[in-house]
Structures are given as C-alpha cells and as structure tokens.
C-alpha cells in the first residue's frame, strides 16, 4: 500500500514538474519542425504535396504511415499542448501562490506573477493559431479584381492558379484590385525594390493601399496581405492566316519557368496550340537621359496538338511572327502579383503575450538598475 502510494506521490511530482513541462515543449517543437519540412495535409496547397510526394515517395510512405503529414491535426499534438498549458497552468498558479505568500511586500512580485502568466497567454495563443489558421493565395493582373469567389475564379479564362487560392468572405464584401506594380533598377538594371498598388474594397470602404514585400497590408477582417512573387502576363493575339480570323486574344499569366533553360509550357484554351515561351528583355540604347531601357520580348517555340512546330523565333512587344498557319502579336504585357493572404485568430493573443513577458522583464529589472546607478554614483 505504502509503496502505491509513495508511485502516486511521484507521478504527480513528475506530472506537475518543469522537466516535463521542457520535455513536452521540446516534443511539440521538434513536431512542429517536422512539419515545415513535410507538407501537412489541409494546410498546404496540393500542388506542393504532390510535388513532395514525388520528389521523395520513399519519405511520404512513412509520413503518411506513422501520420507525419497531417501533425497540426492529429489527436496527439493537441494532447501534447493540452497537457504543456495544464503544466504551466499548475506550475503558474503553484508559483503565483508561493510568491504571494514569501514575497508579498516586495518590489519584484506582480513582475514575477505577470512573466509567469505570459506564457499562458502565449500557449493559448499557439493553439488558437493552430486550430484557426487559414491561408492562400492571391493571383492578380494589372487592372484585374480578385473578389475570392469561385465564381471569378472560374469564370476567367486566362487565370493561371499555382497556389491553394484564398477565398474571402462572401458576406464581407472584400476585393482587391492590382492598379499597377512596379519595379525600380539601379544604372546597371539589377532590381533594388518592388511595390505593388492597389485598391482594397471592404464593404462600404473603398481605399488605397502599396504593398512591398517587407510592407504587408492589414485588412479590417483580419487578414495580412504580403506580396510575395510577380510575373509576366503578355497580351497575345493569335490569328488564323487562312482565314484571317481571331483565334483567341487576352493576357495569360505565365507562370514561373518550369525548366531549367528558363522557359515554361502553356497552352491557349479552346485550341490545341501550345507556346513555350521565355521572357527576354531586350536592352536597346536610346539617346536620352536614360541610358538605356528594357522592351518585352519572348523567345517562343508554338507548337500543335501533334508536336508541329508552327512558329520559333523572338517576339518583341508590337512585333508579329508568322507560321505556315497562324500568327501571334505580342500586343501588350503587364505584371502578375502573388499576394500571400494569412487569416489568423491567435497570433495577436501570442504577442500579447511576447509584449507581456517583455514589459514583465521591463518592470523587473529596471527597478535593479537603477538601484545599481546610484550606488555606483554615491
């Protein structure tokens, strides 16, 4: 019986103990560190699962086996922060209760409670994140409206989609309008910097907004809008020399170069006609303050559904290349932006809770250090 009770005694000892409070936490982060390097499932976009799963099909069988692809929401992981919240939550209150009860007329105490009480708040925070998080992308053209409904979405006939797509609330009445995007080179034409402006619809509120890569944009519903990749998105008109009629003309969003020549693969829709193409700007000398200037160019290769090839040469903005059966104009380009959009619910509970152990920290030490000027000036 004695030796029972004295087993009891000590699981309880270790349940309310720091070591496994550290031993949890290390646990959850070495969780959490596998699961940026495997795409978990219901949280990243399926075309980079896939794209893992090939890369490494060996890794992804045991992933998926022992249920590494799907960490952020399995039982276990939030067991796991359920019991590191209980321990803290104990290890807290028992603190608080010994403090209050040794130390209650001195300086450093509500310090102590309040660092103490911060790494509730932070865990709170971490789980709300997890269990809220939603985030996506926003794929839009110069003078394109993105309302993030499945409607526009599919409605559009030259949307190249290569990411999960973020969809706003309908009832919101949220759009985001791309008014231009610009891109500013030094003498040499290397970039220093990108911004993008745009025009952002929330309800009844219609305002003006940049967004930079280091500058993200905060909408009233919550949502952080970072811009985080650009591309080209050529007007081509292609046209039947036969019968000299319109084919199909609009902006395509070329997506990033798939090979590693630096070109990609797309195809026009309704027609069998496939372009590979690679952006070329052509750097001409003008006389003029500016010394020279970049003028949109494409290197294509335009093939038929049967491997033919129809046209091959380089495509300068205004200029027309002409096959045995068709002929594409490069009539116009302008600039596609990803914009990178994060709902998330818990993340100002955890700064709150950063801000709150930096302000305890704060309040305990710098009663310390100036205790510590005077004695040096006395």
């Not at 209980?86 to 209760?97: D, G, L, N």
């Not at 403090?99 to 450093?108: A, L, V």
């Not at 290569?162 to 610009?182: C, R, W």
């Not at 952006?279 to 559904?305: C, H, M, N, W």
Request: aromatic fraction near 12%; charged fraction near 20%.
């Amino acid at each position: 019986m004695n030796r029972f009770k004295h087993g009891l005694i000590y699981l309880w000892q270790f349940l309310t103990s720091r070591l496994l409070a550290i031993i949890l936490m290390a646990v959850a982060a070495t969780a959490m560190a596998i699961a940026n390097i495997i795409p978990q499932q219901g949280r990243a976009p399926q075309a980079d699962i896939a794209q893992w799963e090939k890369a490494f099909p060996a890794a992804a069988k045991v992933a998926k086996a022992i249920g590494f692809d799907h960490l952020y929401n399995s039982v276990w992981f939030y067991a796991i922060f359920a019991l590191i919240i209980a321990s803290i939550c104990y290890c807290t209150s028992r603190r608080i209760y010994y403090e209050i009860k040794e130390h209650r007329h001195q300086r450093g105490l509500w310090p102590s409670i309040f660092f103490h009480v911060s790494f509730i708040v932070v865990f709170i925070g971490g789980l709300i994140s997890f269990q809220t998080r939603m985030s996506g992308a926003i794929i839009v053209t110069e003078g394109e409206t993105y309302s993030g409904s499945l409607l526009t979405i599919n409605s559009r006939d030259f949307l190249y989609q290569h990411e999960q797509p973020y969809f706003f609330d309908p009832d919101s009445g949220t759009a985001i309008t791309l008014e231009d995007f610009h891109i500013n080179r030094n003498s040499e034409g290397v970039i220093i910097d990108s911004y993008a402006n745009v025009i952002v619809t929330e309800g009844e509120e219609i305002r003006d907004a940049t967004i930079k890569v280091n500058k993200p944009l905060l909408l009233l519903s919550g949502e952080t809008i970072t811009l985080q990749n650009y591309g080209f998105a050529p007007r081509l008109s292609v046209t039947d020399n036969k019968t000299n009629t319109l084919v199909c003309d609009g902006f395509y969003k070329l997506p990033p170069p798939a090979n590693t020549d630096g070109t990609t693969s797309f195809r026009l829709p309704y027609t069998d006609i496939t372009i590979k193409a690679r952006y070329e700007p052509v750097l001409e000398k003008v006389r003029s303050k500016i010394k020279s200037k970049f003028i949109p160019a494409f290197q294509i290769l335009v093939t038929d559904g049967y491997g033919k090839e129809h046209i091959k040469g380089l495509l300068k903005m205004g200029e027309t290349l002409k096959g045995d059966t068709i002929s594409i104009t490069l009539k116009d380009m302008k600039y596609w932006v990803k914009f990178t959009v994060v709902k998330d619910q818990g993340i100002r509970i955890v700064y709150a809770g950063f801000l709150l152990a930096a302000v305890s920290i704060t309040w305990r030490l710098l009663p310390l250090l100036f205790r510590r000027l005077k004695d040096d000036t006395a």
